[in-house]
Structures are given as C-alpha cells and as structure tokens.
C-alpha cells in the first residue's frame, strides 16, 4: 500500500514537472512573439527556458532530496550507535563468559546443558515449577559461591546430598570419626546403607576409607550389633577402629566430633540436637568446611584418635 502511494506521488511530481516546463515554455513563446521575434527564435527561447526551468525543478528536489537523505543517514548513525552502546556489552559479557566457560577446569558440556536447561523453562511453565527451578539455581549458585571462596557452608537439617557426592567423589580418601549420638541408627537406614555402599565402591577403588567408632564406655566394645556393624564394613575393605570416650586424650576431649574427611581437603561435619538419651538425638545440623586451617585441625585431630584407637577384639583373635 505505502509502495503504492509512493509510486503516485512521484508520478504526480513528474508531471507537475512536465507541466511547468510546458507552461513556462508556452509563456516565453507568446512573449517572444509579441516581441516580434521570428519564430526560430520563439521556439528555440521557449525550449531554452522551458528547460532551464525544469533543470532548476529538478535541481531543487534533488536539494529537497539530498537534505533529506542527509537528515535521515544522521538519524540512522544516532540510532546505529545507540544500538552498538547497548548490545556491545551485552556481546563482551557474553564472550567474556564464554570464554570463562571454556577455561574453567569443569567440563564445558556441563556447564552448557545447565544453561540450555533452564532455558526450557518457559513464561508458560506453571508458577510453582519457574519458582521451584529458580530457588534451586540460586542455590546451588550460592553454594559454588562459598565452595570457590572457601569457608563454612551450612545445612540445617541431616544432609544427604552433600555425603553421597562427596564419598562417590572422593579421590584420595575417606576419613570418619563416627559418634554415637549421631550414627546409633546410621547404618540400618537407607541413607546409612547407601552411604556405606558409596564407601564400600570407594574401597574397592582402591581409595584408603577409614573409620573410628568413638564409644561412651569400653563395655559397648563388646556390643554384639557394634561387632557386627564392624565385620560387615571390615569385609568392605573399610579399616574399622573403636575408641572409648575415658581413652581419649585429655586435650582432645572437646574437640572429638562426628566428621568425616575427603581427601584431607573438605571437613563434613554434623552436630546433633541436644538430647539426654543419645539414641533420640538428631541431626541439628550439617557443615561443610574447606577453610584450609580448619581442615588442617581435622586432619590432625582424626590422627591423633586414630592412635589412639584400637581394633575390635575379634580382629585380634
């Protein structure tokens, strides 16, 4: 339609064109013969003039024409580079975050379908699943975050995701220092069997699992069900000590936790909630520690129990 009203105008324009160049040669025409001139000399003022009149039409929309494209290429620039101003850093973040991507020491595929996998959620996704999804990225954002920069991350509640990952991660090894106010039904239940699997696989990888079952009393050492506790992950290739609360170091009596070692890198710990009968007590809460010099105080402290720890009595027999 705009074509079309465009091709009218300027056939309109030509022939106004044509018309004043008719009309001004006309003009001249009867003016040179009421001068008395001869014809030749009529006619060939006429088509001089007539011309000049039309060079001077079209020279001046060509003026009109130029100005305007002048007018209309300094909008284009203005807009150009208010474009290029707002795209351009949205181009140098997304390059510089590619790059990134690519020298990261994750695998990039990952970290890509991550991406790509959010973008699946769409506007029309129910609320509770975009809320849901987001909630969990900036989670697990948050908790790059604190593992990159080093630190302490807490879970409140008993964890699993975190144990899981970690024992099937592991590369190095695995040591446990194991209470009872927070392991007195570990192991009958999923998570504990799951776990113990995860180690018994680490094991069999040939990564040293190490583990000390730290007791209230030197009675509980001849508990059948610890015994049998101890066999079972005895047979997974898991080296298996006890030690007794009166046993311990004096300086190392406040200190003694449940923790868990990986690599001698990352220190997991779990507090139980306060309880007089520890057979009713819960996980309160769940810490991951990567801070190096408390990591160090770990690793120092599993050693020492470790001495001072001794097998069970029928690996003795």
Not at 65 to 84: A, F, K, P, Q, Y
Not at 176 to 181: E, L, N, T, V
């Amino acid at each position: 339609m705009m074509t079309a009203i465009r091709v009218a105008a300027d056939s309109s324009s030509v022939t106004r064109k044509v018309l004043v160049t008719v009309v001004t040669g006309g003009a001249t025409f009867v003016i040179t013969n009421a001068l008395k001139q001869t014809p030749a000399t009529s006619i060939t003022l006429s088509v001089l003039i007539g011309g000049i009149a039309l060079l001077i039409r079209f020279l001046s929309d060509f003026e009109k024409r130029l100005s305007s494209l002048e007018r209309i290429e300094g909008e284009s620039i203005v807009e150009m580079r208010r474009l290029i101003d707002e795209t351009f850093p949205q181009i140098s973040a997304a390059t510089d975050l590619y790059r990134k991507i690519g020298d990261s020491a994750l695998e990039p595929a990952v970290i890509t379908e991550l991406v790509l996998n959010s973008t699946r959620v769409s506007r029309e996704s129910p609320g509770i699943v975009r809320e849901f999804v987001q909630t969990k990225i900036k989670e697990t954002s948050r908790l790059l975050k604190q593992i990159v920069e080093g630190g302490t991350i807490t879970y409140y509640g008993e964890d699993r995701e975190w144990l899981l990952g970690l024992t099937q991660t592991a590369t190095e090894g695995i040591d446990a220092i194991s209470i009872a106010a927070v392991d007195h039904n570990l192991w009958q239940s999923e998570i504990g069997q799951r776990y113990l699997d995860a180690q018994r696989r680490a094991a069999a990888a040939g990564r040293q699992v190490r583990r000390i079952f730290v007791l209230d009393s030197h009675g509980i050492a001849e508990d059948p069900e610890l015994l049998k506790v101890c066999a079972e992950q005895r047979r997974m290739e898991i080296q298996v000590r006890l030690l007794a609360r009166p046993d311990v170091p004096p300086h190392l009596k406040v200190q003694v936790r449940d923790l868990i070692l990986f690599d001698d890198i990352l220190a997991y710990e779990t507090t139980p909630t306060p309880d007089s009968d520890p057979r009713n007590a819960q996980v309160s809460e769940t810490r991951l520690v990567l801070t190096p010099d408390r990591v160090d105080e770990c690793t120092r402290l599993f050693s020492d129990l470790w001495a001072a720890s001794s097998e069970p009595h029928y690996m003795n027999t």
